[in-house]
């Protein structure tokens, strides 16, 4: 079991940059493939960025080239940094955590933070 807070969401402006963290207690981090999945209003979520115990990671096509995930296994955290954010990146930005690619994996999700950018 683990849990997981995110933090770093907000208003910005087109252009501008936000960082967003997400602590995760409760169990092995190092363990755990972590991800950002973002919602926004009226659209499925959707897989952001995703990063493997490796330290391998995966981008949306969207967001490739401004996003970067990183995660420190000593702190039990994993962060996404957002630079030159556009109106269409506001969503409801989640942490998830899994213990593999798989249908019988554990997956565990945080409780969502609002990032908001205007034009």
């Known amino acids: 079991q683990v849990q997981l807070v995110e933090s770093g969401g907000g208003f910005v402006q087109s252009g501008g940059s936000l960082r967003l963290s997400c602590a995760a207690s409760g169990s092995i981090f190092s363990a755990y493939i972590m991800a950002w999945y973002r919602q926004a209003p009226g659209e499925q979520r959707e897989l952001v960025a995703r990063?493997?115990?490796?330290?391998?990671?995966k981008y949306a096509d969207s967001v490739k080239g401004r996003f970067t995930i990183s995660r420190d296994n000593a702190k039990n955290t994993v962060y996404l940094q957002m630079n030159s954010l556009k109106p269409e990146d506001t969503a409801v930005y989640y942490c998830?955590?899994?213990?593999?690619?798989?249908?019988?994996?554990?997956?565990?999700w945080g409780q969502g933070t609002q990032v908001t950018v205007s034009s």
């Open positions: 998830h955590a899994a213990t593999a690619l798989t249908i019988e994996a554990s997956r565990y």
């Open positions: 990063i493997f115990n490796s330290g391998v990671t």
